[in-house]
């Protein structure tokens, strides 16, 4: 019993550390978007081509891109800003498969915590970019949704990718979860969707403009 509460003490010194050198690490990175996408999608994938895109282009905007650093959309998103020399931030996890980390990296960190390193993308983030990916894409998309419709955060764009995609989702969630009354008919207007990069780049360049103008609006957490 000892043994197990000095392991869990020390538990608490490694996510103060992780939390406190990513904070750091990212002080002054400046406006961001988080781009979040399958670690599957190859570099023939059209959305792997879409992602590179996409990057460029809010990097053209004096936009840094975030990533999760590791392969497929995470690699694609990455690439595109880097080659354009933005500011590509990864934010890489350990994990026992999948991840490893994509070289297109200007600011590479590694996370040992999940709750810490989806801190730091909404964090830094102005905006959300969500590719098709798997659960973990599934669960920043809700979880976003989550702090903005319980106010923990101030609204932002969440732009989904791939309307195809994400079609069969969305149907259900309108015939499903708002007559059941697990949502309200303005939780679907939380987020927008996009079928070319330069929409989602349209989308998040207009919210740039309503924050210059109103800079005290601009998203960020709450206490």
């Known amino acids: 019993m000892d043994d197990l509460k000095t392991s869990e003490a020390w538990r608490v010194f490694r996510i103060q550390a992780e939390l406190i050198d ?15 996408g399958g670690a599957r999608f190859g570099e023939g994938s059209p959305y792997y081509v879409a992602a590179r895109e996409t990057a460029t282009l809010l990097c053209k905007q004096n936009l840094a891109v975030l990533t999760g650093g590791g392969p497929g959309i995470m690699e694609a998103a990455s690439r595109g800003c ?23 990296q200007s600011i590479s960190l590694t996370f040992r915590y999940f709750f810490i390193r989806k801190l730091m993308f ?27 419709q319980t106010t923990k955060i101030r609204r932002f764009p969440i732009v989904l990718f791939g309307a195809s995609y ?57 206490s």
Request: proline letters at 7%.
């Open 122 to 148: 909404v964090r830094h983030a102005m905006a959300y970019v969500i590719f098709p990916g798997g659960f973990g894409t599934m669960d920043e998309f809700f979880e976003s949704l989550t702090l903005i």
């Open 82 to 104: 880097y080659e354009a020399g933005g500011v590509s931030v990864g934010l890489n996890i350990v994990l026992p498969r999948e991840q490893h980390p994509n070289p297109y």
């Open 166 to 222: 994400w079609q069969g989702l969305l149907d259900w969630m309108r015939a499903e979860m708002l007559p059941h009354g697990c949502i309200a008919d303005g939780d679907l207007d939380l987020f927008h969707l996009a079928e070319t990069p330069q929409a989602v780049a349209d989308i998040i360049g207009c919210h740039q403009e309503q924050c210059r103008q109103f800079p005290n609006e601009q998203r960020r957490t709450t």
């Open 22 to 36: 990513s904070i750091e690490s990212l002080n002054d990175l400046g406006p961001a978007v988080s781009i979040f």
